[in-house]
């Protein structure tokens, strides 16, 4: 088995940043890693999922859903070929802060006969569509200023606060 995983801070809170993973059709605006993802997010479901790291080409896939916990978890699993040949754990995954933001955590867990032969291939890219994608949820999250930094804090910590905009209602 081989896994690769990230993770990013966020300045937003869980349920903020869960809207947007879920808002599947809003995929190819902001994520350049999964450049569409289509379906129901519930056990047992498939996705229509197309990928496409960095100078490579886009590859289709439909993985079925197997967990999918509200601000908390998407898990799914997609296969090439039938089980055990080359299988992907993929999966999503927020932590509150007790700053306020939300530590976002992508990872893949990869297993089958052919993980060997090719994840020197292709782990580098991954990781790389990994990191730019969860870059850009942060930049998504952060950009509509549900949250943000105030500085100085209590106590050297520092503090979150939610906009004007949002305090008033003046959205």
């Excluded at 289509?38 to 490579?56: H, M, Y």
């Excluded at 782990?123 to 105030?150: I, Y």
Aim: charged share 20%; aromatic share 12%; proline share 5%.
């Amino acid at each position: 088995m081989h896994q690769i995983v990230t993770q990013i801070d966020i300045a937003a809170s869980p349920e903020h940043v869960w809207s947007i993973l879920m808002d599947f059709p809003a995929y190819p605006q902001w994520n350049p890693f999964i450049r569409s993802l289509s379906g129901v997010a519930k056990p047992g479901e498939k996705l229509r999922a197309t990928i496409q790291p960095e100078e490579r080409r886009a590859m289709t896939f439909r993985p079925r859903v197997l967990t999918a916990t509200d601000q908390q978890e998407l898990r799914w699993l997609g296969r090439l070929g039938f089980p055990g040949l080359f299988d992907g754990q993929h999966y999503f995954q927020l932590a509150a802060l007790s700053n306020g933001y939300t530590r976002f955590t992508q990872g893949e867990q990869f297993s089958g006969i052919l993980v060997g032969i090719f994840i020197s291939s292709m782990a580098a890219a991954t990781k790389a569509g990994f990191h730019a994608m969860n870059q850009a949820l942060k930049n998504r999250a952060e950009a509509n200023g549900e949250w943000r930094m105030e500085s100085g804090g209590y106590g050297g910590y520092p503090c979150v606060a939610r906009t004007h905009a949002e305090i008033t209602g003046n959205l």
